[in-house]
């Protein structure tokens, strides 16, 4: 019985045990389970007023508002709320929050009011709350302008953007009149492989610093007859490459040592006297102003940072059309798809615009490029228009085939460029400068790509949206002359010796004409002479004009002393069809209308004296189509052998003369006349040759 009554006691004691520890478990859980109180921003930013703007020294017009709540989210009366400065811009004064502290309302909420300081910058408020276990606290950001920011921003834009695109112009001169001849010798050289021909239109666009300025030359080749459509597809493709080249160039970050690039260039530009290095340092010096001027781009786009408005237009051209029709505009107003490219890693390096808002713009620029050499090409024949839209249907392709796939090629551009974060910021990679720049280049060599092997079906597309129609030809026109090709010199010097060359086939059919109305008594070559002459007349105004205007460009000295050159050929061709236009056919209509004749004799020798002036014209040709300084002192010395042939037919006339033959008598004056004229007609053909050998930079290659 004791034994049972101990056993209770103990079961009991083990039970009451038991039932307190379960006690204090309770306890402490819900000791634990205590509701604590946070601080929160009210609303999203634009509620809370944080990243507000304002201007220096105001009073943010939205104040602060913070809200104390509870773990289970209910609002918390009567807490007090503690607002301060924590973070001004270095030297700032006047900063100040009203009230320092307050507490909540019935909603659980708090506000107060920031006066921003005297200085421009960022400005950081601190709102906390102390609670039994922690200090909870949430920031608030503002961002003080100066009072004329718009103002500053606007100028330094412009002035950025000026010095942006002098520098590419500087840049494009530079390559050009280094690289001018070699444009020149590689396209008498283009073969009709499509891969060279990519390549030449590469090389062409890292010239011009321009894939429009590229489009707008192939289209003068094409007027001037250069080169056919077919061969300018690939050059096409390879311009769209070319240009990429530059925006890689852009895309490094040498902001900071762009006035040293500057100086750089300048020096070379100034005390040097060799024009290839005077060249070169015209390019470096359009490098570094390049990079100035998207410094100074940068610099007053700092405060769109922060401009909601901004960087809501910003965001919506995430949405692929308007990227592309925003792309579109800006690039056809600057006609530069690399100025464009260049703003956009401006923006870029100011964490304005992220890798997907880009793709849709650089879309755009790659198709308002395009819209200069349709603009070229307006009045230009069916061939060259036919190259302006061949770009522009390229790229107009390539868009229609990665609009679709963005995303894919987002992703494609982060696997050959993974993001990169500095320490400061884990949200914005620091590297979306050079993921857009290869973002441009991969677009542009993946079209490629893929249209280079239908270049065939591309140029029967081509055909088909540029149909044929019935074109009004002028009485008169230039074969090779095309303003368009101004802006490479040594291009519109060779279409322009082109066309001097036509000029001299005119004169030479008149002069191969001159004869036949005194020998075979025709008029009919008369009227032809007459016709030949105005257009003689008017190719000599055209390349005239031409020339003149080309030396108004941004040219060298040599390419001035060789227009001169060419001008000079040109008037004494123009002198050699007057002789013929006038005295000549002067004389023949005399002749025709009068009974006299040639004896057979005089006959002959008019005959051989003919040919020989022909032979002295067309040895000037040579000379002047090959500026063959040899062939030109050939010519010199056949020259005193063909005046002396001249003395020779008069004394042999005048010996006739003395025997009285009636012919002779009656033809006397004429048969004289011709040879003086043949003999004139000689010497201008041989004034070509001569001021060839003569020219100044010609006398330097004889020495």
């Known amino acids: 019985m004791k034994l049972k009554i101990l056993f209770s006691g103990f079961i009991f004691f083990l039970c009451s045990f038991s039932a307190h520890s379960f006690d204090i478990e309770i306890a402490d859980s819900l000791a634990s389970f205590q509701i604590l109180h946070r601080i929160e921003k009210f609303g999203g930013s634009k509620i809370s007023g944080n990243n507000q703007n304002y201007v220096v020294g105001k009073t943010l017009k939205q104040p602060f508002i913070t809200r104390v709540i509870d773990t289970l989210g209910n609002p918390i009366p009567d807490i007090r709320v503690y607002f301060e400065v924590v973070q001004t811009p270095e030297k700032s004064e006047g900063a100040r929050i009203v009230p320092r502290y307050i507490k909540t309302d019935s909603l659980g909420i708090a506000q107060c009011f920031l006066t921003l300081g005297d200085t421009e910058g960022e400005y950081q408020v601190s709102a906390k709350i102390r609670t039994d276990h922690m200090e909870s606290f949430v920031l ?4 003080a302008k100066k009072e004329n920011w718009v103002t500053m921003l606007v100028v330094g834009l412009l002035g950025g953007l000026a010095l942006f695109l002098m520098g590419i112009n500087m840049m494009s001169s530079g390559f050009k009149h280094s690289a001018g001849q070699r444009i020149r010798s590689i396209l008498g050289k283009l073969s009709k492989n499509r891969v060279t021909a990519t390549g030449f239109g590469a090389f062409i666009t890292m010239v011009t610093q321009s894939s429009s300025a590229t489009t707008v030359m192939l289209v003068g080749f094409v007027q001037s007859g250069l080169l056919k459509f077919p ?19 852009i895309s490094f970050n040498l902001a900071d040592y762009s006035l040293l690039i500057v100086a750089l260039g300048f020096m070379l530009m100034t005390f040097t006297k060799r024009e290839n290095v005077k060249f070169a340092g015209e390019a470096i010096l359009g490098f570094g102003i390049l990079f100035f001027g998207m410094h ?34 800006f690039t056809a107003m600057i006609q530069s798809s690399a100025a464009f490219v260049g703003i956009m890693l401006t923006l870029a390096s100011q964490g304005l615009l992220s890798l997907e808002a880009s793709i849709p713009l650089i879309l755009g620029a790659n198709l308002g490029t395009s819209i200069t ?14 190259v302006a839209m061949a770009y522009t249907v390229f790229k107009l392709l390539g868009i229609l085939m990665l609009v679709w796939i963005i995303s894919p090629f987002v992703d494609l551009v982060r696997l050959v460029t993974p993001d990169l974060f500095s320490s400061s910021s884990e949200s914005i990679p620091v590297n979306i ?11 542009n060599v993946l ?6 092997p239908f270049t065939g079906i591309f140029a029967k597309l081509i055909d088909w949206v540029v149909p044929k129609t019935k074109e009004r030809k002028p009485q008169y026109k230039v074969e090779f002359l095309d303003k368009n090709l101004l802006s490479t010199p040594a291009v519109a010097l060779k279409v322009a010796k082109q066309e001097v060359v036509r000029l001299y086939g005119i004169v030479q059919e008149m002069v191969d004409d001159m004869l036949v109305p ?24 055209q390349i005239n004009s031409y020339l003149l205007n080309l030396t108004r460009q941004d040219v060298t000295e ?5 227009a001169f050159q060419i001008m000079y050929a040109v008037k004494e061709l123009e002198q050699i069809a007057d002789i013929v236009s006038k005295n000549i056919s002067e004389k023949a209509t005399w002749w025709l209308d009068s009974e006299a004749e040639f004896s057979s004799d005089g006959k002959m020798e008019l005959k051989e004296y003919h040919l020989l002036t022909q032979k002295q014209l067309k040895r000037s040709k040579q000379v002047f189509e090959e500026l063959n300084l040899e062939k030109a002192r050939k010519m010199l010395k056949k020259y005193q052998d063909f005046k002396e042939v001249g003395r020779e037919l008069e004394r042999q006339h005048f010996e006739r003369l003395k025997k009285d033959i009636n012919k002779s008598v009656d033809s006397s004056k004429t048969h004289l006349e011709l040879v003086s004229m043949f003999r004139t007609i000689g010497s201008h053909a041989n004034n070509i040759a001569q001021v060839i050998l003569e020219w100044p930079g010609n006398k330097e290659k004889e020495k």
């Open 140 to 143: 608030f950001n503002a961002h």
């Open 433 to 443: 400068p050079r993921q857009i720049a290869n973002a441009h280049t991969i677009f």
């Open 558 to 562: 040599q390419s001035i002393q060789e």
């Open 447 to 452: 079209i490629t790509l893929v249209m280079l």
């Open 373 to 386: 050499g349709i603009i070229a090409g307006l009045n230009a024949s069916r061939d060259a228009k036919k």
């Open 296 to 329: 100074l781009m940068s610099q007053a786009m700092y405060p769109l940072r922060t401009f909601d408005p901004f960087i809501d237009v910003l965001s919506n051209l995430k949405i692929p059309i308007l990227g592309i029709v925003a792309g579109t505009i």
């Open 518 to 541: 005194f020998i075979s008594k025709d008029r009919s070559p008369l009227k032809r002479i007459g016709q030949m002459e105005e257009k003689v007349d008017f190719l000599r105004d």
């Open 231 to 249: 061969q300018t597809i690939g050059m096409i493709f390879g311009a769209a490459i070319g240009t990429t080249l530059t925006v890689q160039l």
